[in-house]
């Protein structure tokens, strides 16, 4: 049986422009042929049992030849698997679809074409400029700056200076030279503006403004960053006046975040949004543990609290709830305690109700408020780390005779992931500005995965007191947020930027 090959546009780079549909099917695929220019967020959604094949173009150096990527298409899809063609921005704007198309037909390949937002309209617009604008320009013409090594660029320019819309050239970086020259020549006023795009709709995004005639000398004086593209028309005098993603918080800042990768996305998420460069290196990652939870969930009944000090606690007892069908299911009776907001919504997320929630989140004071409102005869059941803290027990206890149950269901498990060989530098050269911990295991983790460093140097930013102390026993100047949440986290992380905080 066939399989099927969707051609799917990832975008610019910014994860939140990645379609919804395009990343629906992203996540169904069996095998994933991806370009250079899709940002490594949307290769994180990539199923990890899925085959990934790198097929990206660099000027004069590709990994795979255009031939070789159509016989791969084809050669999986007749293995009868869901192959994923994942392109950067549009599939069909100068992205050889048309080419992987063509033998996909010829084989009766069912295929789909899941279009992307092409860079040529929205990096100019998170860069501020307006590529039609009533005042300025009523049409866009989009060219390809692509030329091979040592051949002069194939370009008409006498009929590009004779439109008078906006020109977006894509692929354009190691030409932006003669583009400038060419129109020039053919008769474009030097003093023209222009605007040269770097990076864009990423927290690394740089524009040079200028004009044709100076635009050329800029460049010269520095390195354009891959991908650019050059834009030419009137509109790029409205690049100050409309920039606004430069204006974000937390653009220009570099933050590691080490929590573990299954729960690192709603922050790094946030942290994003708000402009930084999020670097993900998850240093731990858990484990379930079988041990007694299949016995203790038969006799569920008998229970009269349930309490969840994290999200990792929650996720492991539902799913083995959820394995066991109709056999057992949550008595209403039974009263569900939690030690955050994190926890409260995983929680809610499988369909049940918190009724108790400390005001502080922490262990300490999740016991306080277990230990006054339970009696001495009920029990209560905390499926929760292997190494969980004895503080919670402790405070409970010193206020009622109820039974606990003190039940490990999941372990931490302490690695060193590969991101550690890119970012290793990146820190000795005190490039990152912040790092994010959200327990004392993560901060743990880090000292493990990476042993000898000056600890001193670092800015870590903490979810709370506990974290807080494990980060400063390494010699971290620290931040730690009011309140143990994503939220509070991210709040701290803008302070920092903002100078609202200071570290101690």
Not at 241 to 266: A, D, H, N
Not at 327 to 342: D, H, N, Q, W
Not at 440 to 462: E, I, M, N
Request: aromatic residues 6%; proline residues 5%; neutral net charge.
């Amino acid at each position: 049986m066939k399989g099927k090959v969707w051609l799917v546009g990832a975008g610019p780079g910014d994860p939140g422009l990645f379609t919804i549909k395009g990343k629906e099917i992203l996540e169904q695929a069996e095998v994933v042929v991806f370009d250079r220019l899709v940002g490594q967020d949307i290769l994180n959604m990539i199923p990890k049992k899925a085959e990934m094949y790198d097929a990206g173009k660099r000027a004069g150096n590709h990994t795979m030849a255009q031939e070789q990527i159509n016989h791969l298409l084809v050669k999986k899809a007749l293995e009868g698997k869901r192959v994923v063609r994942l392109k950067g921005g549009d599939p069909f704007l100068f992205g050889r679809g048309g080419e992987e198309l063509e033998l996909l037909m010829e084989q009766e390949i069912p295929f789909e074409i899941v279009p992307g937002v092409t860079s040529a309209l929205a990096v100019p617009a998170y860069c501020g400029i307006p590529v039609t604008h009533r005042a300025y320009a009523s049409s866009v013409h989009i060219i390809t700056g692509h030329k091979k090594n040592g051949e002069a660029l194939q370009l008409d320019f006498n009929s590009l200076v004779k439109l008078e819309g906006t020109l977006v050239f894509l692929m354009g970086a190691s030409a932006i030279t003669d583009i400038c020259q060419g129109l020039i020549q053919a008769g474009m006023d030097p003093k023209e503006p222009a605007a040269v795009l770097q990076q864009g709709t990423g927290p690394e995004q740089k524009k040079i403004i200028s004009d044709l005639g100076h635009l050329e000398e800029i460049i010269r004086r520095q390195e354009v960053a891959t991908p650019a593209i050059l834009v030419v028309g009137k509109v790029c005098v409205m690049a100050n006046k409309f920039g606004w993603y430069e204006q974000k918080p937390l653009f220009g800042k570099t933050i590691l975040v080490t929590r573990p990768r299954e729960r690192s996305g709603t922050i790094s998420g946030k942290l994003r949004s708000l402009g930084a460069k999020v670097l993900q290196v998850p240093v731990i990652h858990t484990e379930a543990i079988e041990g007694r939870l299949s016995e203790e969930l038969q006799r569920l009944s008998e229970y009269q609290y349930l309490v969840f000090t994290s999200p990792a606690g929650v996720q492991v007892f539902f799913e083995k709830l959820r394995q066991k069908g109709k056999e057992i299911c949550c008595p209403k009776k039974l009263r569900i305690a939690v030690i955050g907001m994190g926890t409260r919504r995983e929680v809610e997320r499988w369909g049940e109700t918190c009724h108790l929630m400390p005001e502080i989140y922490d262990a300490k004071h999740l016991g306080i408020m277990l230990g006054e409102i339970c009696k001495d005869e009920d029990k209560i059941l905390i499926p929760r780390a292997e190494q969980g803290t004895p503080q919670l027990i402790e405070e409970i206890q010193k206020r009622t005779a109820a039974e606990i149950i003190d039940l490990p269901v999941y372990r931490t498990v302490y690695r060193k992931p590969p991101e550690l060989t890119v970012v290793t530098q990146q820190i000795a050269e005190g490039k990152i500005d912040m790092f994010v911990f959200t327990s004392s295991s993560t901060v743990q983790g880090f000292a493990q995965a990476l042993p000898g460093l000056d600890y001193g140097k670092l800015r870590a930013v903490c979810i709370g007191k506990q974290t807080e102390a494990t980060a400063k026993s390494l010699g971290m100047r620290t931040m730690v947020s009011q309140k143990a949440t994503v939220e509070d986290l991210v709040e701290t992380c803008v302070n920092a930027a903002e100078g609202r905080q200071r570290w101690s």
